[in-house]
């Protein structure tokens, strides 16, 4: 890519807002176009070139705000661009620079525009430029720098009164750092005439050499701040066929215009008189990454056809064959150090016509060295047919892509003082030198990549060596793998037309060991086979063998080396010697055969049976079945040669397994292949069972089934089984647990289904025909009678027992002692025996228990308390007693009493006893002889029988009275004074009365005792 300086002049830096005050909508906007240039560091120079349409209001701003948008960082900032103070570059190229603001009008030099006098009829704009600079610190993938102004000129043709200007720029700063953006060439605003062809360009240009594309936009109208919005395109005028649109009728032409993509050149017939506004988009490629935009704003003038008194002049763009190259499509082809040349030519159908064409060869960063070496000649200036005559030696680095800017100018004033020109880019690529590197040296069988450049549409063949090595024989990169050393040429069929369109490289083949290449060998799995090369050995040089992969070999190393292989296998052998460093390379394809497989697994069959044999194997062995265990020997098999045959094993007994070998061979290897199947030949059984018979209910029957042949692996089923004790016997035990008709059968059979079968019918006859009473309970000593009835009774007879009255009796009586179980044992007319029992409860006996006699002394009565487990009671008499049917009534009788009482448990058993209540007639009082103080005890008379109590008095040793009371219940606590006594012998006396008034005295002596 060539990088050459932006030709843009000088401007200060200024940062910061701007604040302009309010005013009402303007109506001087033209147009506008963003570009920048890389200054160093992080810093760039951004231009802001303002078209201002000098009828318009209000005047020249001295500074605009551009706003800087951050896609990555969401960031965004204004900045201030002021107005330049510098010269910009003249219209004309040729011509020196010009005060920033002059007029870019295509008007004649003595013609007045209404930059020049408001009263003019020409329209007038002025070039203005704002400069800023700015750092641009963060990288990103999508800076936008736009520029809005409310104030485009009013009256277009194609889009409403009263909208924004608004341009922006765009810029991949991350993947082209300190680049600086394309820029127009050809200044704004042209002049055409209504209804007649006219072509335009803006000849865009990129001063690093980047590609460049074109394409035509809708204007845009965002506000001032809006850089990090989305682009907000006009609602262009309606009422046009085709409608308004970028593609084809960005203006009213009738849908003729267009644009070219690579040169931006314009193309297009004005249909409608007046200003019109159109917006060309710029893209920068770099490598195929677009890396920025730049668009331009603009106005077409398009003058009424009644105006137009000239025909509008047209360069001829059928340019002729060039000389020292080709005209491809769009663009003219030459080469280095060879002269192009090419003509072209403009026409005027007026005769008044001064036609002049201007280029820019001479324009810096245009051509090299300033277009010193370029020339560009013309013929007929100032005459209505001009030819012009480019001639160009380019130089060995002049290589690469150049854009000639022709200019036509019909320098005759035309009503109402215009100039009418047209520009066109002549595009120019020069091809390099055709060069193939690089020569190389390989070892024989390695790969080197060959490549082109300074062409297209290369084509390889081989000079010299190996044929047929070069990979593909087409295109900028190939691979060779020459087994020699080989000369190779390339050729540039794109650039035919260049001395130099060809060139050569040569791969040299260096020396490698020698060896003889191993044949390929089969063999049988497991088998060893050594492998060598036969290395010619040079006496001094070391040789080196490497052997991969490793697997089934000996050792990795090594002149040979021993493979036993278990399958299919291609070993490779690197060869290296001292004296090269090249190896040599050698491969052996080992085919082991796939030995083979007996699909059918071991089986069993019925005797007279057949197993086909499925199997796989190679079919380079030779097969042979054999067996040594069947009597029928090789005649069991259809083929005893085939893989897969047909085995029909013998049917002589005894049945038993044989076993049948396979056996592969193969010439070479040194011993056979083997595998076998086991056939287990087994017999079809014939199976009798017992004749059908009858059998009483509860009985059992042994089975007697006869099975032949004799065979130990038989399987044996009964079926129904439930009543058999082992269904998996042959003698099954059946046992008649259901009345009625029973069809048993049973199935012999072996594991290879080989089976018999046979029934038998078994009648079970009913055998219950005894019926007895129910079971019962009675008490210990009570009697019952058992009761039998019978159906078809024969016979009849109860078990022997000491307590039934008659064993053949069917209603005998009985009186146990305890719980029994009494039996019957009868046999009815069928012979059939039946058992019935009936179950005797002996209920528990009854017990109660009283004390035969008590004594009661007068006011006493006593609780009645029976032992025993019953549980109903009955009291007789019932009189002085509390209640008569409870278990423990109080007794209160006022005489002698005999009370019996009956008691009943809950089984309803009862048995009696009785009680004696002897009254006394009077009280009795008495006195213990010790008494031993403890605070919790005290002493005092006991009595049976109510006694009132007149005087209870204590005395000590000496005759002092220590306690005295009337209360028969109160006590002597052994104090006096509440000081205890002391241990000793003390004298009490008692005086009482009894009920019935007998006087009662008694006195005597206590021990104290501590």
Same mark, same amino acid.
């Given at each position: 890519?060539?990088?050459?300086?932006?030709?843009? @002049?000088?401007?200060?830096?200024?940062?910061?807002?701007?604040?302009?005050?309010?005013?009402?909508?303007?109506?001087?906007?033209?147009?506008?176009?963003?570009?920048?240039?890389?200054?160093?560091?992080?810093?760039?120079?951004?231009?802001?070139?303002?078209?201002?349409?000098?009828?318009?209001?209000?005047?020249?701003?001295?500074?605009?705000?551009?706003?800087?948008?951050?896609?990555?960082?969401?960031?965004?900032?204004?900045?201030?661009?002021?107005?330049?103070?510098?010269?910009?570059?003249?219209?004309?190229?040729?011509?020196?620079?010009?005060?920033?603001?002059?007029?870019?009008?295509?008007?004649?030099?003595?013609?007045?525009?209404?930059?020049?006098?408001?009263?003019?009829?020409?329209?007038?704009?002025?070039?203005?430029?704002?400069?800023?600079?700015?750092?641009?610190?963060?990288?990103?993938?999508?800076?936008?720098?736009?520029?809005?102004?409310?104030?485009?000129?009013?009256?277009?043709?194609?889009?409403?009164?009263?909208?924004?200007?608004?341009?922006?720029?765009?810029?991949?700063?991350?993947?082209?750092?300190?680049?600086?953006?394309?820029? /127009?060439?050809?200044?704004?605003?042209?002049?055409?005439?209504?209804?007649?062809?006219?072509?335009?360009?803006?000849?865009?240009?990129?001063?690093?050499?980047?590609?460049?594309?074109?394409?035509?936009?809708?204007?845009?109208?965002?506000?001032?701040?809006?850089?990090?919005?989305?682009?907000?395109?006009?609602?262009?005028?309606?009422?046009?066929?085709?409608?308004?649109?970028?593609?084809?009728?960005?203006?009213?032409?009738?849908?003729?215009?267009?644009?070219?993509?690579?040169?931006?050149?314009?193309?297009?017939?004005?249909?409608?008189?007046?200003?019109?506004?159109?917006?060309?988009?710029?893209?920068?490629?770099?490598? &195929?990454?677009?890396?920025?935009?730049?668009?331009?704003?603009?106005?077409?003038?398009?003058?009424?056809?009644?105006?137009?008194?000239?025909?509008?002049?047209?360069?001829?763009?059928?340019?002729?064959?060039?000389? $020292?190259?080709?005209?491809?499509?769009?663009?003219?082809?030459?080469?280095?150090?060879?002269?192009?040349?090419?003509?072209?030519?403009?026409?005027?159908?007026?005769?008044?016509?001064?036609?002049?064409?201007?280029?820019?060869?001479?324009?810096?960063?245009?051509?090299?060295?300033?277009?010193?070496?370029?020339?560009?000649?013309?013929?007929?200036?100032?005459?209505?047919?001009?030819?012009?005559?480019?001639?160009?030696?380019?130089?060995?680095?002049?290589?690469?892509?150049?854009?000639?800017?022709? &200019?036509?100018?019909?320098?005759?004033?035309?009503?109402?003082?215009?100039?009418?020109?047209?520009?066109?880019?002549?595009?120019?690529?020069?091809?390099?030198?055709?060069?193939?590197?690089?020569?190389?040296?390989?070892?024989?069988?390695?790969?080197?990549?060959?490549?082109?450049?300074?062409?297209?549409?290369?084509?390889?063949?081989?000079?010299?060596?190996?044929?047929?090595?070069?990979?593909?024989?087409?295109?900028?990169?190939?691979?060779?793998?020459?087994?020699?050393?080989?000369?190779?040429?390339?050729?540039?069929?794109?650039?035919?037309?260049?001395?130099?369109?060809?060139?050569?490289?040569?791969?040299?083949?260096?020396?490698?060991?020698?060896?003889?290449?191993?044949?390929?060998?089969?063999?049988?799995?497991?088998?060893?086979?050594?492998?060598?090369?036969?290395?010619?050995?040079?006496?001094?040089?070391?040789?080196?063998?490497?052997?991969?992969?490793?697997?089934?070999?000996?050792?990795?190393?090594?002149?040979?080396?021993?493979?036993?292989?278990?399958?299919?296998?291609?070993?490779?052998?690197?060869?290296?010697?001292?004296?090269?460093?090249?190896?040599?390379?050698?491969?052996?394809?080992?085919?082991?055969?796939?030995? /083979?497989?007996?699909?059918?697994?071991?089986?069993?069959?019925?005797?007279?049976?057949?197993?086909?044999?499925?199997?796989?194997?190679?079919?380079?062995?030779?097969?042979?079945?054999?067996?040594?265990?069947?009597?029928?020997?090789? $005649?069991? /098999?259809?083929?005893?040669?085939?893989?897969?045959?047909?085995?029909?094993?013998?049917?002589?007994?005894?049945?038993?397994?044989?076993?049948?070998?396979?056996?592969?061979?193969?010439?070479?290897?040194?011993?056979?292949?083997?595998?076998?199947?086991?056939?287990?030949?087994?017999?079809?059984?014939?199976?009798?069972?017992?004749?059908?018979?009858?059998?009483?209910?509860?009985?059992?029957?042994?089975?007697?089934?006869?099975?032949?042949?004799?065979?130990?692996?038989?399987?044996?089923?009964?079926?129904?089984?439930?009543?058999?004790?082992?269904?998996?016997?042959?003698?099954?035990?059946?046992?008649?647990?259901?009345?009625?008709?029973?069809?048993?059968?049973?199935?012999?059979?072996?594991?290879?289904?080989?089976?018999?079968?046979?029934?038998?019918?078994?009648?079970?006859?009913?055998?219950?025909?005894?019926?007895?009473?129910?079971?019962?309970?009675?008490?210990?000593?009570?009697?019952?009678?058992?009761?039998?009835?019978?159906?078809?009774?024969?016979?009849?007879?109860?078990?022997?027992?000491?307590?039934?009255?008659?064993?053949?009796?069917?209603?005998?009586?009985?009186?146990?002692?305890?719980?029994?179980?009494?039996?019957?044992?009868?046999?009815?007319?069928?012979?059939?025996?039946?058992?019935?029992?009936?179950?005797?409860?002996?209920?528990?006996?009854? @017990?109660?228990?009283?004390?035969?006699?008590?004594?009661?002394?007068?006011?006493?009565?006593?609780?009645?308390?029976?032992?025993?487990?019953?549980?109903?009671?009955?009291?007789?008499?019932?009189?002085?007693?509390?209640?008569?049917?409870?278990?423990?009534?109080?007794?209160?009788?006022?005489?002698?009493?005999?009370?019996?009482?009956?008691?009943?448990?809950?089984?309803?058993?009862?048995?009696?006893?009785?009680?004696?209540?002897?009254?006394?007639?009077?009280?009795?009082?008495?006195?213990?002889?010790?008494?031993?103080?403890?605070?919790?005890?005290?002493?005092?008379?006991?009595?049976?029988?109510?006694?009132?109590?007149?005087?209870?008095?204590?005395?000590?040793?000496?005759?002092?009275?220590?306690?005295?009371?009337?209360?028969?219940?109160?006590?002597?606590?052994?104090?006096?004074?509440?000081?205890?006594?002391?241990?000793?012998?003390?004298?009490?006396?008692?005086?009482?009365?009894?009920?019935? $008034?007998?006087?009662?005295?008694?006195?005597?002596?206590?021990?104290?005792?501590?």
């Amino acid at each position: 890519m060539r990088k050459l300086p932006l030709f843009l @002049v000088t401007c200060l830096a200024m940062l910061g807002f701007v604040i302009k005050p309010d005013k009402a909508r303007a109506s001087h906007a033209a147009g506008a176009e963003i570009v920048y240039e890389y200054v160093s560091g992080n810093t760039y120079r951004f231009i802001l070139k303002f078209y201002r349409d000098c009828d318009g209001t209000p005047p020249i701003a001295p500074s605009y705000n551009l706003c800087f948008y951050n896609h990555c960082t969401a960031s965004k900032f204004n900045v201030q661009a002021d107005l330049y103070t510098g010269l910009i570059p003249n219209t004309n190229p040729a011509l020196p620079p010009v005060p920033n603001g002059t007029p870019v009008s295509a008007g004649c030099s003595d013609a007045l525009t209404k930059c020049d006098d408001p009263n003019s009829i020409i329209k007038g704009y002025q070039e203005w430029w704002y400069v800023c600079s700015q750092d641009l610190d963060d990288t990103c993938d999508s800076w936008r720098i736009s520029f809005s102004e409310n104030a485009r000129n009013t009256g277009q043709t194609n889009i409403p009164d009263g909208l924004n200007l608004y341009v922006e720029t765009t810029y991949d700063n991350d993947y082209a750092p300190f680049n600086s953006s394309p820029y /127009f060439a050809v200044k704004p605003i042209p002049f055409c005439c209504e209804n007649k062809p006219f072509q335009y360009n803006n000849a865009a240009s990129d001063p690093d050499g980047d590609s460049l594309s074109h394409q035509m936009m809708l204007p845009l109208i965002n506000g001032p701040d809006e850089c990090d919005q989305p682009q907000v395109a006009v609602t262009p005028t309606g009422g046009f066929t085709p409608t308004i649109n970028p593609v084809n009728n960005p203006l009213p032409t009738g849908g003729t215009f267009s644009i070219s993509a690579t040169t931006g050149q314009m193309a297009f017939t004005p249909n409608m008189a007046g200003t019109a506004t159109i917006t060309e988009l710029v893209k920068e490629w770099r490598n &195929g990454h677009l890396i920025g935009t730049i668009m331009r704003d603009m106005q077409v003038q398009v003058i009424p056809a009644g105006d137009c008194s000239s025909v509008p002049v047209v360069l001829n763009t059928n340019f002729g064959t060039p000389t $020292g190259g080709k005209y491809v499509t769009d663009h003219y082809e030459g080469c280095v150090e060879q002269n192009l040349s090419f003509t072209f030519n403009a026409t005027s159908t007026a005769p008044d016509a001064r036609l002049i064409f201007v280029d820019n060869h001479t324009a810096p960063r245009v051509f090299p060295s300033g277009g010193a070496d370029v020339s560009v000649t013309y013929t007929g200036q100032r005459t209505p047919n001009v030819t012009g005559t480019f001639s160009w030696t380019p130089g060995p680095t002049d290589y690469g892509w150049y854009d000639l800017l022709i &200019g036509l100018i019909d320098s005759t004033c035309r009503p109402p003082g215009l100039l009418y020109n047209n520009y066109q880019i002549v595009r120019i690529f020069i091809w390099p030198p055709t060069e193939a590197f690089k020569d190389t040296a390989i070892c024989p069988g390695d790969m080197a990549s060959l490549a082109a450049q300074g062409g297209s549409d290369f084509t390889w063949s081989v000079l010299s060596g190996s044929a047929g090595s070069v990979n593909p024989t087409t295109g900028a990169n190939v691979s060779a793998t020459p087994a020699v050393t080989t000369k190779y040429r390339v050729v540039s069929n794109a650039t035919l037309f260049c001395p130099r369109h060809d060139d050569t490289v040569t791969v040299t083949a260096l020396p490698v060991p020698q060896f003889i290449p191993m044949v390929d060998k089969t063999t049988c799995p497991g088998t060893s086979l050594i492998l060598d090369p036969q290395v010619t050995q040079t006496p001094g040089v070391t040789y080196t063998l490497n052997w991969s992969p490793a697997t089934y070999l000996s050792a990795i190393t090594g002149m040979t080396v021993v493979a036993t292989p278990g399958d299919d296998i291609t070993y490779t052998v690197v060869i290296t010697a001292s004296n090269s460093i090249c190896r040599g390379y050698d491969t052996v394809a080992l085919d082991v055969l796939d030995g /083979f497989t007996i699909l059918t697994g071991d089986t069993a069959i019925c005797v007279g049976g057949k197993v086909p044999i499925r199997a796989t194997g190679d079919v380079r062995y030779d097969y042979q079945w054999s067996t040594l265990d069947d009597p029928g020997a090789n $005649g069991v /098999f259809d083929d005893a040669t085939k893989l897969t045959t047909v085995i029909t094993p013998s049917a002589t007994p005894p049945y038993t397994k044989h076993t049948y070998t396979l056996t592969a061979s193969y010439a070479g290897c040194p011993k056979d292949s083997v595998s076998d199947i086991t056939i287990d030949v087994q017999p079809i059984p014939d199976v009798t069972v017992d004749e059908d018979t009858r059998i009483c209910y509860g009985d059992t029957m042994l089975m007697h089934p006869i099975i032949t042949p004799p065979y130990t692996g038989y399987i044996y089923k009964w079926t129904p089984g439930l009543a058999m004790d082992n269904p998996n016997i042959p003698g099954a035990i059946f046992s008649a647990l259901n009345v009625g008709e029973t069809e048993l059968t049973l199935t012999v059979s072996t594991t290879a289904g080989c089976k018999d079968e046979d029934k038998v019918k078994l009648t079970v006859l009913p055998a219950d025909f005894i019926f007895v009473s129910n079971d019962t309970a009675i008490c210990p000593g009570d009697t019952t009678q058992l009761n039998m009835t019978g159906v078809g009774l024969q016979s009849f007879s109860w078990a022997a027992s000491g307590d039934i009255n008659d064993v053949h009796s069917a209603n005998p009586y009985v009186y146990p002692l305890t719980t029994t179980d009494y039996v019957i044992y009868g046999r009815d007319t069928n012979t059939c025996y039946d058992t019935q029992m009936v179950h005797i409860v002996v209920r528990p006996a009854p @017990v109660v228990s009283l004390p035969d006699s008590i004594v009661l002394f007068p006011g006493q009565s006593y609780p009645m308390n029976p032992v025993g487990n019953a549980m109903y009671y009955s009291w007789f008499p019932p009189v002085g007693l509390s209640a008569a049917n409870i278990a423990n009534p109080v007794a209160s009788p006022l005489v002698n009493t005999r009370y019996i009482v009956t008691a009943t448990t809950e089984a309803n058993c009862s048995v009696i006893d009785s009680i004696d209540i002897i009254i006394s007639p009077e009280s009795l009082i008495d006195m213990p002889n010790a008494f031993a103080p403890n605070g919790r005890n005290l002493l005092k008379p006991s009595h049976l029988g109510a006694v009132q109590l007149v005087n209870f008095t204590i005395f000590n040793r000496w005759g002092a009275k220590v306690y005295e009371s009337s209360d028969i219940n109160d006590g002597w606590d052994g104090k006096y004074n509440n000081e205890p006594q002391p241990m000793g012998v003390y004298i009490y006396t008692i005086d009482a009365v009894t009920p019935t $008034g007998k006087r009662f005295n008694k006195q005597g002596n206590i021990t104290v005792i501590r």
